[in-house]
């Protein structure tokens, strides 16, 4: 049976290719000893008290159709939340609720790039590394993926305004993840009022993925849409959050899009056919959540302290940058794979090889040369595991 040659070069996704590279390795673990699992960007922080009672008290609608685009109340709590954080007056019909923003980021593509643009091929525009579903989505509209590196050497953002006025031309899209997953930079104000000028100046959009925007170190990360409305170019940007990680609400698969009215209503329009609406006890939930800040205080509160021991533990090792938002460290190695086998054979830690969320472009794939971390164990745990993994990886230092 054929299948769709679109398809047919994306590798396996990270998390198989990082159980076949350790199939085979026993893990360097006591007989009483768990292992450290630091792969999956799954917070293990407490979820809001609230869910419980919230979910039970409207546990009969899940004998309703819920509505597709976000009930009354939720479209408000979510309007509410982009004003108390963003000074941003955005109408319910600007607003639609997700399933988490993964769907978000994919159906988005499909309702809002064309099939061409200055009548070629268009362009979808990756930061590399990234978050994978970009790439998918580039695929299935049968777009150019383009991979940007996005370095050290680059402030870990992608250099859009480096590339050609002619690939500029053909760009329809440009994804955007800040605070970055997996490296944590965060685009300035300026940085991003830079690519919604060249977004105005060469016609593109800009998916703006700020799943990560409520963990950070000092500053709240600027919003894309708040800047593009102070601009006047707020149709130039959709964007993307959710309560996986702002309220540890990751099963929930609750998030939004938000952006002009016309971009909103395609991206309704093929949902009406396609997607798959949340539960209405869950939409119940998120309108809790994104009227309540004191959960979302207290689980900051608990990752800057955690920043404070990532800084002390490797402060000191070569190539470290603290982490300003998000909760992954993005270390420095010889070789990723290499540093993943050493982990977990002498100590069971389990982290990810940074080549597996990055692309090889001209030969080079920018994630090598790294591993990811995630921040989500207690402070105890990330203490103990970053001062084991010093010692494996960085003993020299």
């Not at 925007?213 to 993307?240: H, N």
């Not at 470290?320 to 270390?331: C, M, N, Q, S, T």
């Amino acid at each position: 049976m054929a299948i769709p040659e679109r398809f047919s070069n994306l590798p396996d996704y990270a998390f198989p290719r990082l159980r076949s590279l350790l199939s085979g390795v026993e893990p360097g673990l006591q007989a009483d000893e768990a292992p450290t699992v630091l792969t999956i960007g799954e917070p293990r922080h407490p979820m809001p008290d609230f869910v419980a009672a919230v979910m039970a008290d409207h546990v009969h609608e899940f004998a309703k159709y819920p509505t597709n685009e976000g009930t009354p109340g939720l479209l408000k709590a979510i309007g509410t939340w982009l004003q108390r954080r963003y000074d941003l007056d955005v109408a319910p019909e600007r607003i639609m609720a997700l399933n988490g923003t993964r769907e978000g980021l994919f159906n988005a593509a499909l309702a809002l790039c064309p099939e061409r643009k200055n009548g070629q091929p268009p362009v979808v525009l990756v930061p590399n590394p990234f978050y994978q579903v970009y790439a998918v989505a580039a695929a299935s509209v049968q777009a150019q993926p383009v991979f940007v590196s996005a370095t050290p050497e680059t402030g870990n953002l992608p250099d859009y305004e480096s590339l050609s006025e002619d690939l500029l031309n053909r760009t329809a899209i440009a994804y955007l993840c800040s605070p970055a997953n997996p490296q944590g930079a965060i685009a300035s104000r300026d940085y991003l009022q830079r690519l919604i000028a060249l977004a105005e100046r060469h016609d593109f959009l800009i998916f703006a993925d700020e799943c990560y925007s409520e963990i950070y170190r000092d500053a709240p990360p600027p919003g894309a849409l708040a800047v593009a409305t102070e601009m006047g170019q707020a149709d130039r940007v959709v964007m993307f959050n959710s309560l996986s990680k702002r309220s540890n609400l990751p099963g929930l698969r609750s998030g939004f899009a938000a952006g002009s009215v016309e971009n909103i209503a395609q991206m309704r329009r093929l949902r009406s056919y396609a997607g798959a609406p949340l539960s209405l006890p869950a939409q119940r939930v998120s309108e809790a959540a994104w009227l309540d800040e004191d959960h979302v205080i207290a689980s900051r509160s608990m990752y800057q302290r955690k920043y404070q021991i990532a800084d002390r533990v490797l402060g000191n090792v070569p190539g470290y940058r603290p982490v300003d938002g998000g909760f992954f460290l993005w270390l420095p190695v010889e070789d990723g794979e290499e540093a993943a086998i050493r982990l977990w054979s002498r100590a069971g830690i389990q982290v990810l090889p940074g080549a597996y969320l990055s692309r090889e472009v001209d030969g080079v794939n920018p994630g090598r040369g790294f591993i990811r971390v995630a921040l989500v164990a207690d402070e105890a745990q990330t203490e103990e595991a970053l001062t084991r993994l010093r010692g494996i990886l960085y003993d020299d230092v």
